[in-house]
């Protein structure tokens, strides 16, 4: 029988390589090159599977995704246009929810950092506070949580903290008063959310900190992506596609969020090998896609001569895609970060040239996973690092576009 990446057993069906987990379990020296799993879609009663999902080697965000769109997978997106009561349209709903479900079902085959084995108690309640679930980057984390608390069998609660640290101070206040076994939490403002964060602490709450990490109070742990690797990661790649030399400018996020600073300083370290490259300004637009198109329609009209732009998140530089018209991807090069739907489309599309694509979905599920850890009682790590891979056109194909 071939082998495959050292292990031999292979689905009788497809012919695919099955996971070496599925022989080995997590101890098999080959997992992380190729995990391989089944997810069975349901359409009109028959079973069409296998679809092949590769994870651990690109990430769990990382999924080829073609087969589950000629399967059915896409039939919500050409389900009517009318909006549902949360302001969305119905087949966005329903590729969310078979997004968790395929996740979940990935999470329950996959031994990738999984901690939990068997049925957890259900009376494990988990609070969680997202920054915000008007940023798609966000909504994918939050779907990673809910597929990784259904497949451990717990209870999740989400609040939208709508990017208002007050907010999301009496968020964690109310999860602390309701003894919830754990709080994750993803900051609007690190600093903000301490005291809140200390009142949690000394309840005997654990906080994981997820993509986004707190300053002046100690967290059980934090999972994030890499964010300074991810900025000169970006800047290297802006630098490759403007041939060493240009006039750029910088979009930075939220003020006060620990992800802005991160990737604004690891973009300044890169840019820095490449003197011929020239950062002209630097303006926040706030993580958001209507700011970015704004302050870059102000940038524009004071630079003309703008050859590149470097967005420390895809919304922004999506906003500056729309301000810079037919000259994006053209004349001006414009590098995003997150990897977010509609930032692999425009990669897609050649009017991004690339996105320092994170895990938002294995950072949420991974967040879930510590924290049942930590309400067990168990020693989790201080920090738990989620890797980041750059999408170009090239390879874009690999990534989630729901």
């Not at 506070?129 to 990673?144: A, C, H, I, K």
Request: with cysteine.
């Amino acid at each position: 029988m071939p082998r495959y990446g050292g292990c031999s057993a292979r689905s009788s069906s497809s012919g695919w390589p099955w996971s070496c987990w599925w022989r080995a379990g997590p101890v098999c020296p080959n997992r992380e090159a190729h995990h391989i799993h089944f997810v069975h879609q349901f359409r009109g009663g028959g079973r069409i599977g296998p679809a092949i999902l590769r994870s651990c080697s690109t990430g769990l965000n990382l999924l080829p995704m073609p087969v589950l769109a000629r399967h059915g997978g896409d039939r919500g997106s050409r389900s009517s246009s009318t909006l549902d009561g949360a302001g969305h349209k119905p087949g966005r709903k329903i590729m969310r929810t078979f997004a968790i479900l395929i996740f979940g079902g990935v999470l329950g085959l996959t031994a990738c950092g999984a901690p939990v084995s068997g049925k957890v108690s259900e009376d494990l309640t988990i609070g969680m506070s997202v920054s915000t679930l008007s940023n798609p980057y966000f909504v994918q984390f939050r779907d990673g949580a809910e597929a990784g608390a259904l497949r451990s069998g717990v209870k999740l609660t989400v609040t939208n903290a709508h990017n208002d640290p007050a907010q999301q101070a009496r968020q964690i206040k109310n999860f602390t008063e309701q003894h919830v076994k754990t709080i994750i939490l993803n900051p609007v403002d690190a600093d903000a959310v301490a005291p809140a964060v200390k009142a949690a602490g000394k309840a005997g709450i654990p906080v994981i900190a997820a993509d986004r990490s707190v300053n002046g109070s100690e967290v059980a742990q934090t999972v994030t992506s890499d964010n300074v690797a991810g900025g000169k990661q970006g800047a290297r790649e802006l630098a490759k596609q403007l041939s060493g030399k240009g006039d750029v400018v910088v979009l930075q996020g939220a003020v006060g969020a620990s992800a802005s600073r991160d990737r604004d300083r690891g973009f300044t370290d890169g840019v820095a090998a490449y003197p011929k490259i020239k950062v002209i300004a630097r303006r926040s637009a706030d993580f958001n896609r209507a700011k970015g198109r704004d302050v870059m329609t102000s940038l524009i009209q004071r630079h003309p001569d703008i050859t590149g732009v470097f967005a420390s998140n895809d919304e922004m530089a999506l906003g500056a895609i729309q301000a810079l018209g037919t000259r994006a991807g053209r004349q001006v090069k414009v590098v995003g970060f997150d990897g977010t739907p509609d930032g692999i489309k425009a990669v897609r599309a050649g009017t991004m040239a690339a996105t320092v694509a994170q895990q938002p979905r294995l950072i949420g599920s991974r967040a879930v996973n510590e924290a049942i850890k930590a309400a067990r009682g168990q020693v989790i790590a201080k920090s738990v690092a989620v890797p980041i891979k750059l999408a170009i056109k090239d390879n874009a194909h690999e990534f989630w576009t729901f």
